[in-house]
C-alpha cells in the first residue's frame, strides 16, 4: 500500500516578486465584506422638495408612512428629527444609509431657536462615538456622526435669508455643508446662474465654510479631473427631484410633465441632479474622513479641554447660570432678613430687661 504524498505548496507569484503589492485587493474584499455605513443630513423649509430628491437619488422610499401636516399644524410645529435607515445593496456592495430630516424647520413665525435641536443631534452622535471609542469593547462601533448636511435654499428669494446664513454658520464647524438650490425647474438657465453666484458671494461675504471638493491628484486621468472641475464650477448645485417615470422622445426617464415639455431629472443639461449624486458618490470617503479627522477631532479636543465635561449648548449654559445666580441671591436675602429679624428680637429682649431692672432699684 503506497502512502500518499503531501501537497507542496506552490508558489502563485513569479520569482522575484514578494506579493504586497496585492495588499489593496486584501482590503478591498475586506470593506466589501463588512459594508459602509453613512449618514446624510437634509435641512430646509417645508416645500422645497427634500424628501423627493432623497428618494431620486437613492431609488429607494425611505418616507412610505409620512403625513404632511396642514398649514394651521406648521405654525405651532417645533423642529423635530427624523433618521430613517436603510441598507442598499448595489454589485455586492453593502451601503448602510441613514438619511437624518428636519421637519418642521423654518416653518414657525419665530425661528431664532428652531437649529439649537439639530446642533444639538450632531453634538450628540459625536458625543456617542467618543463613548464608544473611550468603551472597552470597540470593534463594533456603530458611527452615525453626521458625514454631510444638504441645506436647500429656496429658488424663490434673491439669495441667502437671514435663518440660511444662521443656520450655516452655527454648524460649519460641526459638519460638511453641500448648498443645494432647491426645485431650479422654477428658474431659467440665466436666472439660475445669477442665483447661483449671489448665494457665492454672500457665502464669502459671511465667511460660511461649506465643504470643498479635493483638487484632482496629478496621476490621475484627465476624464476625473474634468469631472472634478465640472463639479466644483456647479456648487451651489441646483435640483430637481422625481420619482415619476415619464416617456420622453420613446424612451421612459424620471422627470416632470410640463404643458411646455418634460424636465428629465438626469439630465444634465436640465438640472445638476446628476452632478450632486456623482459627488456624493465619488467623494464619500473624503466626507467620512473630513468628519473623523477635522470636524471629529475638533469636539473631541473640546471635550479634552474641559475635563470630560459634556458639551452643552452655549445659550444652555448662560441660561443655567442666571438661574444659578438668581437662586443664590434668592437665599442670600433671605438669609440677612432671617439674621435681621433674630437682631431685632435681641434688642427687643435687652430693652425689657434693662427696663424690669431700673424699676425695681
Not at 430637481?240 to 410633465?257: D, H, M, W
Not at 465619488?282 to 470630560?308: A, C, I, P, W
Request: proline share 4%.
Amino acid at each position: 500500500m503506497s502512502k500518499q504524498q503531501p501537497a507542496q505548496f506552490i508558489n502563485p507569484e513569479t520569482p522575484g516578486y514578494v506579493g504586497f503589492a496585492n495588499l489593496p485587493n486584501q482590503v478591498h474584499r475586506k470593506s466589501v465584506k463588512k459594508g459602509f455605513e453613512f449618514t446624510l443630513m437634509v435641512v430646509g423649509e417645508s416645500g422645497l422638495g427634500k424628501s423627493t430628491l432623497i428618494n431620486s437619488l437613492f431609488l429607494t422610499d425611505l418616507y412610505p408612512e409620512r403625513v404632511i401636516p396642514g398649514a394651521a399644524e406648521k405654525i405651532e410645529r417645533t423642529v423635530q428629527i427624523e433618521a430613517s435607515t436603510v441598507e442598499i445593496e448595489e454589485r455586492g456592495v453593502k451601503l448602510r444609509l441613514t438619511v437624518v430630516d428636519t421637519p418642521g424647520y423654518g416653518d414657525a413665525i419665530n425661528c431664532r431657536d428652531c437649529f439649537k435641536t439639530i446642533i444639538s443631534y450632531i453634538d450628540e452622535q459625536f458625543e456617542r462615538y467618543l463613548h464608544d471609542e473611550s468603551g472597552l469593547n470597540r470593534r463594533h462601533i456603530v458611527d452615525n456622526r453626521v458625514h454631510c448636511c444638504f441645506y436647500f435654499i429656496s429658488p424663490f428669494g434673491h439669495g441667502l435669508k437671514p435663518l440660511d446664513v444662521a443656520f450655516m454658520k452655527a454648524i460649519h464647524n460641526k459638519v460638511n455643508i453641500v448648498p443645494v438650490i432647491a426645485k431650479a425647474d422654477t428658474l431659467t438657465l440665466k436666472e439660475r446662474e445669477r442665483l447661483k453666484k449671489r448665494i457665492l458671494d454672500e457665502i464669502e461675504e459671511h465667511n460660511i465654510k461649506i465643504y470643498h471638493l479635493p483638487d484632482a491628484e496629478s496621476d490621475e486621468d484627465e476624464d476625473f479631473k474634468e469631472q472634478t472641475r465640472l463639479l466644483k464650477a456647479s456648487i451651489p448645485f441646483s435640483v430637481v427631484g422625481s420619482n415619476q417615470l415619464i416617456e420622453a422622445k420613446g424612451k421612459k426617464v424620471r422627470g416632470r410633465l410640463y404643458p411646455w415639455g418634460v424636465v428629465e431629472v438626469e439630465n444634465p443639461e436640465h438640472n445638476d441632479f446628476l452632478k450632486l449624486r456623482t459627488m456624493l458618490i465619488t467623494h464619500m470617503q473624503d466626507l467620512q474622513e473630513v468628519t473623523q479627522d477635522l470636524h471629529y477631532e475638533n469636539f473631541r479636543s473640546e471635550r479634552l479641554k474641559r475635563g470630560g465635561r459634556k458639551v452643552e449648548n452655549e445659550d444652555m449654559n448662560k441660561d443655567q447660570i442666571l438661574l444659578e445666580k438668581e437662586a443664590e441671591l434668592r437665599r442670600m436675602q433671605e438669609m440677612i432678613a432671617r439674621m435681621q429679624a433674630q437682631m431685632q428680637l435681641q434688642m427687643q429682649g435687652g430693652d425689657g430687661d434693662g427696663g424690669a431692672l431700673g424699676h425695681h432699684v
